[in-house]
């Protein structure tokens, strides 16, 4: 071996050797990161639940169906009235997401400005 080989081999034995005696750095480091991927796996479900898929207005114009995204590829369907429903900037403000408030629900939902509108004049009016 060269001597830059042999150095490199010896820095890393120290640090394996530091992670090795330290049970407390060891056990944070475990506890760390099962509490990070709660964390991030509680963020994706709930900001699926946020995204709307799909919004659809029923005939007569009373209630709205909203479909949101659930993991692993399911649906959730919310049928509401349309007077519960409210959008909170107007379409041409909203850049990325317009946010919807639904009554007695703790978060808005969140629809996608990329997406498709087949009748503008009737969702701006309604919405």
């Known amino acids: 071996m060269t001597k830059e080989v042999a ?6 034995n120290k640090f394996l050797d530091w992670f090795k005696k ?3 750095n060891r056990n944070f480091w475990g506890l760390t990161s099962i509490a990070c991927g709660i964390l991030f796996y ?3 479900i709930i ?14 114009g009373r209630t709205v169906t909203i479909e ?11 049928q509401v009235p349309i007077s519960e429903v409210s959008a909170m900037q107007s379409r041409k ?15 808005y939902y ?3 400005m990329n997406g498709q509108f087949h009748n503008k004049a009737i969702f701006d009016y309604s919405a």
């Not at 692993?72 to 369907?77: I, R, S």
């Open 7 to 12: 150095e490199r081999v010896t820095e890393s």
């Open 22 to 24: 330290s049970d407390k």
């Open 42 to 44: 509680t963020i994706i």
């Open 47 to 60: 900001y699926s639940k946020r995204l709307v898929r799909c919004l659809t207005l029923h005939k007569g």
């Open 68 to 78: 949101t995204y659930r993991v692993l590829g399911l649906q959730n369907v919310t």
């Open 93 to 107: 403000k909203a850049k990325v997401y317009l946010p919807l408030k639904v009554k007695n629900r703790s978060f």
């Open 110 to 112: 969140l629809l996608d």
